[in-house]
């Protein structure tokens, strides 16, 4: 079994650390490490320190570090549009995209929407996904965090905008001709794949994507949730792109 993994707002530039807060609670008192049992400390952001452990306190854990590593940012970056959807199904989705390989999650305000970010509500949502994204990381020993965007959200024209910039965009849609395992894909830049909520995208909301240079795709016959639908697409593009 790989060694666990946790992630630490800067990496020690000494050879022995003390891993205390609530990163050295998990490991101490929830995971229960031990001396000599291994551990990955990783910022986020592709740098990674690997460590021994030497001695076990209340909540904090004494290491010593063996090696040190940086791993490259996955190229193209895989940006996933999420349509706010209601109760917990929009956190699941960001559990299952973090742990394919999403490197953005953008909370989307679509028009159908059930649920809706508002004021305090809205912005306690989104560090919802936030937490959410940080633990699928740690579970999949990912050395880079996913970003999750808004403040708390993002409007249709921000997502045209994003679109716009994009080396390609695809909204996933059920009438769509084309499919996702066809269309071609750029060796770089920013790839941005839109996943409409529960009651699926307008027609408004579509013609100013596609109007903004996305493609409308499908993955296949059946029509997934909202849920589902984000981690079926990265895992087409994760396998055609090389990322697995």
Not at 140 to 166: F, K, M, N
């Amino acid at each position: 079994m790989s060694a666990p993994l946790f992630l630490v707002e800067s990496l020690p530039t000494a050879d022995q650390l003390t891993l205390g807060g609530p990163e050295g609670h998990h490991a101490a008192t929830v995971q229960r490490l031990r001396v000599g049992e291994e551990l990955l400390l990783a910022d986020g952001r592709g740098g990674t320190a690997s460590a021994v452990v030497t001695a076990v306190g209340r909540g904090t854990l004494e290491l010593d570090v063996i090696s040190r590593g940086y791993v490259d940012a996955s190229v193209p970056r895989l940006v996933v549009v999420q349509g706010i959807a209601k109760g917990d199904r929009g956190e699941l989705a960001v559990q299952a995209m973090t742990e394919v390989g999403v490197d953005e999650i953008v909370p989307w305000a679509a028009s159908r929407s059930v649920a809706q970010w508002r004021g305090d509500r809205g912005a306690r949502a989104r560090e919802k996904w936030v937490a959410t994204a940080r633990e699928a990381a740690k579970q999949a020993r990912r050395s880079w965090l996913p970003v999750v965007a808004g403040a708390p959200d993002e409007s249709t024209a921000t997502v045209a905008q994003r679109i716009t910039g994009a080396a390609a965009a695809f909204v996933l849609h059920e009438e769509a001709s084309e499919r996702l395992t066809t269309v071609d894909l750029p060796p770089a830049g920013e790839i941005v794949l839109v996943v409409g909520p529960e009651g699926g995208i307008a027609d408004a909301e579509l013609t100013a994507f596609t109007e903004a240079g996305a493609r409308p795709v499908r993955l296949g016959p059946s029509v997934l949730r909202t849920s589902t639908a984000g981690v079926a697409a990265l895992s087409v593009l994760a396998t055609r792109l090389g990322h697995w």
